[in-house]
T-cell receptor
Framework: ETGVTQSPTHLIKTRGQQVTLRCSSQ?????VSWYQQALGQGPQFIFQ???????GRGNFPPRFSGLQFPNYSSELNVNALELDDSALYLC?????????????FGPGTRLTVL | AQSVTQLDSQVPVFEEAPVELRCNYS??????LFWYVQYPNQGLQLLLK??????LVKGINGFEAEFNKSQTSFHLRKPSVHISDTAEYFC???????????FGAGTRLTVKP
């Protein structure tokens, strides 16, 4: 069974640029959630995709957007990068069962905005 | 909305000593509770979860946690820690009515020889 993978591992961008992060979900999982983890903090929920549709969003501006593809892999796009966007971006996949949602996390992409 | 408070930002302990990492939550709806561990430069690994049923939950690596509804707590315990348990531990709540999983700020567990 393949776990959650993310690419790239590290990324350096400058303020104002755009970035795309990628996530491949665990085999059999149809739901992907994205989180931002700033240094020294817990992860914060950005949004979730279920069967290619956005299925919940946290308190992040519209310049954070996403996609989910038919194979359930996903992208996180961030436009007009700001210095505060520097963080570890985590992707988690799951297969909802009833009302529960046990999420399995990838290793993350470390984004640095200069 | 729900929130999570991890009461200790850092917990230093000696090897083979017991440890308790404290977590309190607040929510207006029922929640599911999780503990995750994060090793340096890695993602989060699920330690254990409480969905329903028995309030004492056993997880991997010898950890266990007890759900206390009246005190809205979900403290993590291990009777004897190892050096390899040194990591950041996150408590999280998942509400029954939306997908916004909330994490605490984390507790850095440092096990000393």
């Amino acid at each position: 069974e393949t776990g959650v993978t993310q690419s790239p591992t590290h990324l350096i961008k400058t303020r104002g640029q755009q970035v795309t992060l990628r996530c491949s979900s665990q085999s059999g999982h149809n739901t992907v959630s994205w989180y931002q983890q700033a240094l020294g903090q817990g992860p914060q929920f950005i949004f979730q995709y279920y069967r290619e549709e956005e299925n919940g969003r946290g308190n992040f501006p519209p310049r954070f957007s996403g996609l989910q593809f038919p194979n359930y892999s996903s992208e996180l796009n961030v436009n007009a990068l700001e210095l505060d966007d520097s963080a570890l971006y985590l992707c988690a996949s799951s297969f909802p069962s009833g009302n529960t949602d046990t999420q399995y996390f990838g290793p993350g992409t470390r984004l640095t905005v200069l | 909305a729900q929130s999570v408070t991890q009461l200790d930002s850092q917990v230093p302990v000696f090897e083979e000593a017991p440890v308790e990492l404290r977590c309190n939550y607040s929510s207006s709806v029922s929640v599911y509770l999780f503990w995750y561990v994060q090793y340096p430069n890695q993602g989060l690994q699920l330690l254990l979860k409480y969905l329903s049923g028995s309030t004492l939950v056993k997880g991997i690596n010898g950890f266990e946690a007890e759900f206390n509804k009246s005190q809205t707590s979900f403290h993590l315990r291990k009777p004897s820690v190892h050096i390899s348990d040194t990591a950041e531990y996150f408590c999280a709540v998942f509400p029954s009515n939306n997908n916004d999983m909330r994490f605490g700020a984390g507790t850095r567990l440092t096990v000393k020889p």
